[in-house]
T-cell receptor, first 112, second 115 residues
């Protein structure tokens, strides 16, 4: 079983739709969690950290469920510019070091 | 502006040749990382370094080597022992990344192709 798993998609949605991605992780000792956005042939960029209480940034909402070991990302009112691959990342913090394990990514395509 | 600079952007390697990928950061971050990304796949950790003159193997270190002689620099050498080196290589550092949130900042990557 992979340490971090995501549905690869693609998710094809019309503009204005709401779309949700899930990501499961296997290490129950994981300390912190992140969503990154990666455009085609570019480097990943931090979209948002995921807090235990859940957090929202504009149209984006991230949730953490430690009991079930998954994190989620909700995008409301999708824009064409949201088309990208979304990577979840889990910080396993071995020995106090920070070390992110990434999922393979979920591809989102928003169409007019 | 602070950031991470990777060079070159594209690199072509002949069979049996060693090549070195450069990674420089001016973010004053202690920890630096090298990842490899293959098409349609996630990032896999090659090596990481928490402080100068110290580094640890990641999940796929075989065929790679690194050094950390300066805080700002973390070069990666892809040796001839790496049998399938064609990939997108990403360097990252850990520190304040989005406002006050801590996370990785990535360089723009190096695309390595074996010819």
């Amino acid at each position: 079983r992979k340490e971090v798993e995501q549905d690869p998609g693609p998710f094809n949605v019309p503009e204005g739709a709401t779309v949700a991605f899930n990501c499961t992780y296997s290490n129950s000792a994981s300390q912190s969690f992140f969503w990154y956005r990666q455009d085609c042939r570019k480097e990943p960029k931090l979209l948002m950290s995921v807090y235990s209480s859940g957090n929202e940034d504009g149209r984006f909402t991230a949730q953490l469920n430690r009991a079930s070991q998954y994190i989620s990302l909700l995008i409301r009112d999708s824009k064409l510019s949201d088309s990208a691959t979304y990577l979840c990342a889990v910080n396993t913090s071995p020995g106090g070091y920070n070390k992110l394990i990434f999922g393979a990514g979920t591809r989102l395509a928003v169409h007019p | 502006d602070g950031g991470i600079t990777q060079s070159p952007k594209y690199l072509f390697r002949k069979e049996g040749q060693n090549v070195t990928l450069s990674c420089e950061q001016n973010l004053n971050h202690d920890a630096m990382y090298w990842y490899r990304q293959d098409p349609g796949q996630g990032l896999r950790l090659i090596y990481y370094s928490q402080i100068v003159n110290d580094f640890q193997k990641g999940d796929i270190a075989e065929g790679y080597s690194v050094s950390r002689e300066k805080k700002e620099s973390f070069p990666l050498t892809v040796t001839s022992a790496q049998k399938n080196p064609t990939a997108f290589y990403l360097c990252a550092s850990w520190g304040p990344s989005l406002g006050e949130d801590y996370g990785y900042t990535f360089g723009s990557g190096t695309r390595l192709t074996v010819v």
